[in-house]
């Protein structure tokens, strides 16, 4: 039996979406711009279902019951390789799945990397975005490596800004949590598009921010991208506070963890943080202060856990048999 097994990265946004332009395409209301991180990974294994005419997802080592984010991208890729076989996908992740940690991004994309190997057909690039994006809006992101912009104003094009030798900084995800968030991404980009009184704002200052944080990354300074990095994240939160019934992602731990990072930076060390939709800090710095901020942190709050990486890169194949 041929199996395919391909790894992808997840990526955190530091210029975020937060609400879909169409929810059948799963297409996100704005651009964005993010960073992927090498040492968490998805791994997935494709092959032909012989026992069933039915697809089967498993998700470490748990077979799933809901395949509506793994069937929009599998139908969009059958099409393109004119087969109607029914396939096992085998997904595991080195990292708490379903909080907040991107584990959809890095799975998608694993999984279509693996697909078009499979099935040795030669993609585009847009048609790789469109087949990620059924999946999980950010999943294009983690097709590339470095930092990304996701252009929402170019068809979604993907491109790289950076590359990680470019501006080799670290990144620290500071674990508060491995529990799977109450409320998914995509239900509560949809709660807040419909009920928050400032997504119209958010909306609004979209393009600005994506400007800022291009033009920060490109001249590699880490105020300009500290700025509008921490800015924009607020602003999310503050979008999902003020939606009704009110998101909140964040806990104790994250807000002592942010706490934390102010007094670091007080103290002159170039850090700054991000947080997506879940309790995780991902905290971006100069190498040489990486010990000391992991020091401090695990000192003086209960993050569960600090993974300590780098920039990561492109999807690839690990093997084809």
């Known amino acids: 039996m041929i199996q395919t097994t391909a790894i992808a990265h997840p990526n955190f946004a530091l210029v975020k979406y937060w609400g879909k332009k169409d929810i059948d395409q799963n297409m996100p209301a704005m651009s964005s711009i993010s960073l992927t991180v090498d040492s968490m990974q998805s791994k997935t294994k494709i092959y032909k279902n012989l026992s069933s005419k039915q697809h089967r997802l498993f998700i470490n080592g748990q077979e799933q019951q809901d395949l509506s984010k793994i069937v929009p991208p599998l139908k969009y890729l059958s099409k393109i390789s004119k087969s109607n076989d029914f396939l096992v996908i085998k997904s595991e992740n080195n990292f708490p799945t379903s909080s907040g940690l991107a584990s959809s991004a890095s799975g998608i994309a694993s999984f279509v990397t693996a697909y078009e190997a499979h099935y040795n057909i030669d993609l585009k690039m847009s ?4 087949a990620c994006m059924l999946g999980s809006g950010s999943a294009p992101r983690s097709l590339l490596g470095g930092f990304v912009l ?3 104003n170019d068809s979604y ?3 790289q800004i950076l590359k990680k030798s470019d501006w080799p900084l670290d990144i620290l995800i500071c674990i508060a ?3 799977p968030k109450k409320i998914s991404s995509r239900e509560g980009m949809e709660i807040s598009r419909k009920t928050s009184p400032i997504y119209n704002d958010w909306l609004d ?5 994506v400007n800022e944080a291009l033009v920060a990354i490109r001249e590699k300074n880490m105020l300009k991208l500290e700025n509008v990095t921490e800015k ?3 602003l999310m939160h503050q979008v999902m506070k003020t939606s009704s019934p009110p998101i909140a992602y964040k806990s104790d731990v994250t807000i002592s963890c942010v706490a934390e990072i102010e007094n670091l930076r007080a103290a002159g060390h170039e850090l700054f943080y991000t947080i997506d939709a879940g309790p995780q800090v991902k905290i971006i710095c100069d190498p040489k202060s990486s010990k000391a901020i992991k020091e401090t942190i695990t000192e003086k709050t209960d993050v569960i856990e600090i993974v300590h990486a780098g920039i990561g890169g492109s999807p690839r194949v690990v093997n084809e048999n």
């Open 232 to 234: 924009n994240c607020e």
């Open 127 to 130: 048609d790789r975005v469109n």
């Open 205 to 209: 200052i979209n393009q600005k921010h």
């Open 150 to 152: 996701m252009d929402k």
């Open 177 to 179: 949590s491995t529990k």
């Open 157 to 159: 094009r993907c491109s």
